[in-house]
């Protein structure tokens, strides 16, 4: 976790945990200093349906999700959740205390410098007060927003912040939340979540957009079309670059786009994509398709990864026999390539000697060969192949399970890098398996591990941490794209 400052602040961006009930005390390592984070632009009027500074008296409803105290002031957020606004109170206090709020539109990282929303003072002869009401979101410039309650006791120089907080607008649900709370970390310039990730945002774009699909939310749905068309010509064009694991995540989500929108081009850019894929197959350890360009290692995700898009582009292209035969001869080579242990489950790669180098079965070598295999599956209607994705399947929930939650191998307390996407990965595999068959076995597993985070690793954000049973960590938007990815599997 990032260092933390003093005292007062009620609840940081980082810190995960349930959700913070109001009057209750923040855990110990919340504590952080209001100013401690970078600072945004200038705040400007926001209007939606309605103005910034719209007065409380207006509103139709009072939720009160958040509080923090200071020098024996409480201080509330508010919000009404039918307008998407809020306001801030500070109360059991005395003429000259201070409250406003806070707005930020990335998720709590950094808010609008010296803006202080509403600030304003109790005035003589009362002991609390209330600022006007603010918009939580943008909603004419993508802008989907957080807000938090501040207060400062007349004569002190604390300031106390609730934790961060929005209206229930597109968050009603876990899903429709952790959605919104991804897309706080869609960066609005360069159209990729994080600001630079890549092949992690595909995987979180591809959450989103089965968000949608089981929602019914649109609303993120611009984030399709504005990435495809900001990055179509990054990095080797089509979304390749000299990592076949990267472009084999991009072909993945673009067929999803497909699925979602109709429109041919992200179909014509999958495409691209598994061929890219397809011209760095070779015979080095009898064939499969190389982890970059530059090298001959055969590792698992990579062709894992060739088999599922060569699958779902075939059940997607009429008359198609290139695709499927490409399919069907990875699953062949990859069945005996000796990367399947004799515990059924998946290592990262082979050796030099092309034999299994008993590197770590990360989560999601154990989950994309599962949606690989659905998928071939839809293509030939051969039942042999969800047997062997039964297999796979009972072997890793057992075994990835630690006191009945899903864990990464050496799951560590971050959320930037590679590592955080890959639960997502595996759950997303996980559930488009446990979907085709008919009992549904993984329902259960599925089911009990989103509850846990929920009930774990959640703050009054909707932001999740890397662990999934609870404890400490950040949060970002790996995590929080597997868990989106988890509560998708889950229904």
Request: with cysteine.
């Amino acid at each position: 976790m990032r260092p933390l400052r003093i005292v007062v602040l009620a609840a940081a961006l980082t810190t995960m945990s349930a959700t913070v009930a109001q009057g209750a005390a923040p855990p110990a390592d919340a504590a952080a200093s209001a100013a401690a984070a970078p600072s945004a632009t200038a705040a400007t009027t926001i209007c939606n349906s309605y103005c910034d500074a719209r007065d409380p008296a207006l509103s139709t409803q009072d939720r009160q999700p958040v509080s923090a105290t200071v020098n024996s002031r409480s201080i509330v957020l508010h919000f009404d959740d039918n307008d998407a606004m809020a306001w801030a109170s500070i109360g059991n206090g005395g003429a000259g205390d201070e409250v406003w709020l806070d707005r930020s539109m990335d998720g709590g990282r950094t808010w609008s410098a010296g803006s202080k929303l509403g600030d304003t003072k109790v005035p003589s002869g009362s002991g609390g007060w209330r600022t006007l009401m603010y918009n939580v979101d943008d909603w004419n410039n993508e802008g989907v927003g957080a807000v938090r309650a501040c207060g400062e006791a007349s004569g002190s120089t604390a300031i106390a912040c609730t934790s961060w907080a929005r209206t229930t607008w597109n968050a009603w649900s876990r899903g429709t939340a952790a959605a919104t709370a991804l897309m706080m970390s869609y960066d609005r310039g360069t159209k990729l979540f994080g600001g630079n990730g890549w092949w992690t945002s595909a995987n979180a774009l591809t959450a989103i957009i089965d968000d949608a699909r089981i929602s019914g939310m649109p609303s993120y749905k611009y984030a399709i079309s504005e990435t495809y068309n900001a990055n179509i010509n990054a990095q080797d064009g089509n979304f390749t670059n000299s990592y076949l694991d990267d472009t084999g995540w991009w072909g993945l989500a673009w067929v999803d786009a497909y699925d979602a929108t109709g429109d041919s081009r992200y179909l014509a850019t999958a495409r691209a994509d598994a061929d890219h894929m397809a011209d760095n197959w070779n015979t080095v350890c009898g064939g499969g398709v190389r982890w970059n360009t530059g090298g001959e290692y055969k590792n698992a995700i990579t062709n894992e990864l060739y088999l599922y898009l060569d699958a779902a582009l075939h059940n997607r292209i009429s008359g198609d026999t290139t695709y499927l035969g490409r399919a069907n001869t990875e699953w062949s080579w990859f069945q005996n390539s000796g990367m399947i242990n004799g515990d059924h489950m998946i290592n990262d790669g082979l050796s030099d000697a092309c034999v299994n180098n008993g590197q770590t079965t990360w989560t999601y070598n154990q989950g994309v060969v599962l949606g690989g295999l659905t998928e071939l599956y839809k293509a030939t209607g051969n039942s042999g192949l969800l047997d062997t994705a039964r297999t796979l399947a009972n072997a890793s929930t057992v075994k990835l399970q630690t006191a009945g939650v899903l864990r990464e191998p050496g799951e560590g307390d971050s959320c930037t890098g590679d590592g955080p996407s890959f639960k997502g990965a595996y759950v997303r595999g996980l559930g488009k398996l446990n979907t085709q068959l008919s009992d549904h076995p993984y329902a259960a597993d599925l089911t009990a591990w989103a509850n846990s985070a929920y009930a774990h690793d959640r703050n009054s954000l909707d932001q999740y941490g890397p662990h999934w049973a609870g404890g400490t960590g950040s949060s970002d938007y790996g995590c929080q794209q597997s868990v989106l990815d988890l509560l998708n599997a889950a229904g």
